[in-house]
């Protein structure tokens, strides 16, 4: 809080009024209140990105558009089902799809259409995305009904890093990052 209110108003009043308990009390719930309204107003703007959602209000959002959360999700996976689904809204094309992959951590993708199919190759970090199983919920809702689509995972291969690596940046990798990496 940028001032508090029960010394700014302990300053102000009399000599007399500042020993009165009455007031100190009255002066410390008014602070209160201030204080619980402040937190309230910085969740309340904390909730308007997806990133930085509440649960209450991540709850919210999949209420109103008809998400069914996973046991298994976290709340960051949540929150990036809730930017996906409000990104999938509007006119079908590839810029939708690569809207909604992005969505995702580590979702940076190229998206085309290769010999009639959605082809979807994931390019920024390696190894598989978090919650894929949401995404694909996600495109296949997206996606027209008559349209395959195929995934690329992006994995480190031996001619990434024999003799390109150092034995410290080696140590800083972990197995999902290689093909057929699992954790």
């Known amino acids: 809080m940028t001032t508090d209110f029960a010394t700014y108003c302990l300053k102000v009043v ?6 009165d308990v009455l007031y100190q009390d009255f002066f410390n719930a008014v602070n209160s209140a201030l204080a619980d309204l402040e937190n309230a107003i910085n969740e309340l703007k904390d909730d308007f990105f997806f990133n930085t959602m509440t649960l209450d209000a991540v709850v919210f959002m999949e209420k109103l558009l008809k998400i069914t959360p996973f046991q298994s999700q976290t709340l960051e996976n949540r929150q990036d089902a809730i930017r996906a689904k409000w990104r999938s809204s509007g006119h079908n094309s590839i810029i939708l799809i690569r809207n909604v992959c992005e969505s995702w951590k580590r979702g940076e993708i190229e998206a085309d259409f290769i010999n009639g ?18 995404l694909i919920n996600a495109i ?3 996606k027209p009904a008559h349209l395959a689509y195929f995934i690329i995972y ?3 291969l031996i001619k990434d890093i024999h003799e390109v690596k150092t034995i410290n940046q080696m140590q800083t990798l972990t197995i999902r990052q290689f093909a057929r990496g699992e954790e």
Not at 14 to 19: A, G, M, P, T, Y
């Open 14 to 19: 009399s000599k007399f009024l500042k020993k």
């Open 117 to 134: 199919k959605i082809q979807i190759k994931f390019v920024g970090e390696y190894g598989i995305p978090d919650d894929m199983t949401a």
């Open 140 to 142: 296949n809702e997206i």
């Open 154 to 156: 992006k994995y480190l």
